[in-house]
């Protein structure tokens, strides 16, 4: 498995500071132009470079002054995105990493474009997608959160590219969500289903996995909601078979809940209350 540097922070880091002074030098450049109102020379080629990776705001072929400011909103997104990855993570990586001394894994990730960093994405959940095939969750899992590791390298991403990236993204999170169920890592299962819900709201594969998981915690509540909106969201369609089965499962886990409550309460005042044989109903 490719192995990323323990040492990886500072590099990243670095890496990070000069795209944010990059970017930070596009968007001057871009409200010059706007105010000047001056025309756009033409779009320069891309670079594989990772210092290049905003080269695509350098050169914009824009008409009108809306397009020039949608342009601008945008450079100031990624670089609010960039600024908030630099400051809250101790790590890059928002999945465990299992790092290594191997620094030549993260310099070959960074020297890649976004379009090959999304291709290796791809790799990484077909690979997985093999594993977990032939029942092999835990194997199928690292190679998951290997791609998942890649899309945080992808934050340059914007157009047709962000979309097919947050897609792949999507299926790694729902497939190591499928995973850990297998391996009885239930919170982790909550937590993919969470950042799965953050990119499709209406995933019904995200809702029956995490309401499953929230099931098998005994948070009978939380399970019982995302398992109603999963068989909303599904209408009849593939999964709601599991869908509705689960939910069975959940009745029974509910019942027998409440009995066992019952019981211990019981206990705590004495045992239930004996009737007298004399006594009248």
Known sequence: MNAFAAGMKDLMKSEMEKERDKLQGVIVGLEARLAQATATPPRSSSSSSWESSYAKFDHLDVDTREEMEVQ????????????????????????????????SAEIEVMSMTTSQRIEKMKEFKLNGNAFFQVNKSRA????????????????????????????????????????????????QCIEFC?????IDDNNPKAFYRRGKAHRLLNRHDLARRDLEIANELSKGGKGCNDIRREIMLLQQCEEQ????????AQRAIGGPRKTDDNEKE
């Open 257 to 264: 809940y409440k009995q066992a409550t019952l019981e211990f």
């Open 72 to 103: 601008i909103d945008l450079a100031r997104s990624n670089l609010i995105r960039l600024n908030e990855k630099m400051e809250s993570k101790s790590c890059s990586h928002n999945h465990p990493c299992c790092c290594s001394q191997n620094r």
């Open 194 to 198: 969470n950042e799965a819900l953050e």
């Open 140 to 187: 199928a899992l690292e190679k998951y959160k290997l791609a998942l590791i890649y899309y945080e390298y992808c934050f340059d991403a914007i157009g047709d590219e962000k979309r097919e990236l947050e897609h792949v993204r999507l299926l790694c999170l729902l497939n190591a969500a499928a995973c850990t169920l297998g391996l009885e890592l239930y919170a």
